[in-house]
């Protein structure tokens, strides 16, 4: 873990990998939000960013690196005051987003694909995908509650 400052002050920083087996999600998530709480860089948004987290854990394990326990999961994070930012990055070989269907559409109802990128993009204020698809930014500024947002303003 790394404690630094830049020009938005100081941040906490940490870069982990966790092997690509599902089992370690839950372990690797509970330590990493027992941090975020502590440092209280988004605290009315935590529940969302477990969300989130969860999700783009469990996309770069099952559809990355298709649980292959060669292949690892790596993972920063960076608390500063008011914003958090995590990165994913699977070894997959990445996909094309705008081949990924709207999970609220009625043709998609039916289908098990997209709904973890929708779920990332309600409860995070940014989420971007990079490097073909193999990494996920997202990024959750405290004070803004992107879920309410979500509920006032659906997709259509």
């Known amino acids: 873990m790394t404690v630094a400052r830049d020009h938005g002050g100081p941040f906490i920083e940490l870069e982990r ?10 372990p690797f998530v509970d330590k990493l939000m027992r941090l975020i709480k502590k440092c209280r860089c988004v605290p009315e948004g ?22 292959d326990r060669r292949k690892h999961v790596h993972v920063r994070w960076r608390c500063k005051p008011d914003e958090l930012s995590i990165a994913v990055k699977d070894e997959g070989r990445g996909f094309d987003i705008n081949k990924v269907g709207d999970p609220t559409a009625v ?13 990332m ?9 990079e490097e073909g698809g193999v990494v996920v930014h997202m990024r959750k500024r405290a004070g803004h509650d992107t879920a309410k947002d979500a509920q006032k303003n659906p997709p259509e």
């Open 17 to 26: 990998s966790l092997p690509s087996e599902v089992a370690a999600i839950s």
């Open 121 to 129: 993009k309600a409860f995070m204020d940014e989420v971007r995908f």
């Open 46 to 67: 935590e529940s969302g960013v477990e969300i989130a987290l969860r999700e783009a854990l469990a996309n770069a394990i099952i559809h990355g690196n298709h649980e």
């Open 107 to 119: 043709e998609n109802r039916g289908s098990v694909h997209g709904r973890g990128i929708y779920l």
